[in-house]
């Protein structure tokens, strides 16, 4: 691991490599301060196929390509990068000690909590590869304008699933909510919503998943009916990756995200978190926003704790 032990710490530690950390990232490095972003490789970024909505890219970005341009960026102005996953991070003194699951420890005055959601995914065969064709998608915000007019089909259960149904009525006059049997179904009110807004539900459990020309093409109930749809929306929700930080004692909402100020600073002081992983709009331009708020407000703190402010 890169330089920060107790007796020279790091300025900060930056857990996790995606848009929020490489945004962070590139912001610190400028700011000439020392720190480490530790990535553990699996940035729910790079799931994404193409993105039409991240600003900048009119023929819209990949988002393998858009974490190589920002690594690029940040190796640029002298930004350490280094492969890892944080297995705890916690305060001794004035001081975060992050410890990687090799049992590496890196130390530094301040901390960025970077790391993200992991999706529920609905149990589908081929799950990656129906994700990279834009066959199964997470964010209708991102890409319901991809999908105008199409056959849609919404995975999930309770009231996040029938409001993103709600959502993706305003690109198409075509969508069922699936919840795949779930037991945890629909309220007659839902019911009653969703019908008023032309949407089937469609509560039986699915029982084969039919694949046309290497794509999923339509599904199967136990009841033998068969509905074809041109994609399918998971909304099962997301698990926030807060664990690494739990010796903290962070303060969480109640989606288990960490709750931040204006500043993106949690309730333990020195420690923020960016992205995803923060309560709110779960977006690539929310995260690089949260990002520079963080990495100029611990660049100001710094300046001051050094008496250079």
């Known amino acids: 691991m890169a330089d920060g032990d107790a007796d020279t710490p790091l300025d900060s530690i930056i857990v996790g490599g995606g848009p929020a950390g490489l945004t962070a990232a590139i912001y610190l490095a400028r700011y000439r301060r020392r720190f480490l972003v530790i990535d553990a490789g699996a940035p729910r970024a790079a799931w994404i196929p193409l993105s039409h909505n991240h600003a900048g890219f009119p023929d819209g970005v990949t988002g393998m390509d858009l974490l190589a341009r920002m690594r690029a960026q940040a190796k640029r102005y002298g930004a350490g990068v280094e492969r890892g996953c944080v297995a705890s991070l916690r305060k001794s003194g004035e001081v975060f ?40 998608r997470h964010c209708p915000i991102c890409d319901g304008f991809e999908v105008i007019g199409q056959r849609i089909g919404v995975i999930g259960h309770g009231a996040d699933a029938v409001g993103e149904a709600l959502w993706m009525r305003t690109y198409t006059d075509d969508v069922t909510l699936l919840t795949l049997g779930e037991s945890r179904g629909l309220s007659d009110e839902d019911r009653r919503r969703l019908a008023g807004h032309g949407i089937r539900a469609m509560e039986e459990p699915v029982v084969e ?56 600073r949690t309730d333990v002081e020195g420690l923020f978190a960016i992205g995803d992983v923060v309560e709110g709009l779960n977006q690539i331009s929310v995260a690089m926003g949260h990002a520079a708020i963080a990495a100029t407000t611990i660049h100001r703190m710094l300046l001051k704790d050094e008496g250079r402010l």
């Open 209 to 264: 998943v039919h694949a046309d020309a290497g794509r999923i093409a339509a599904l199967t109930t136990t009841a033998g009916e068969r509905l074809a749809f041109d994609t399918l929306y998971s909304a099962l929700g997301a698990v926030p990756r807060t664990d690494p930080a739990k010796p903290v004692g962070a303060r969480t909402g109640g989606s288990g995200r960490f709750e931040v100020d204006a500043h993106c």
């Open 97 to 136: 000690v992050a410890r990687t699951e090799g049992g590496d420890e890196v130390v530094a005055r301040t901390a960025v909590m970077a790391t993200g959601v992991i999706d529920v995914e609905p149990v589908l065969p081929n799950l990656y590869q129906a994700v990279q064709r834009g066959l199964i």
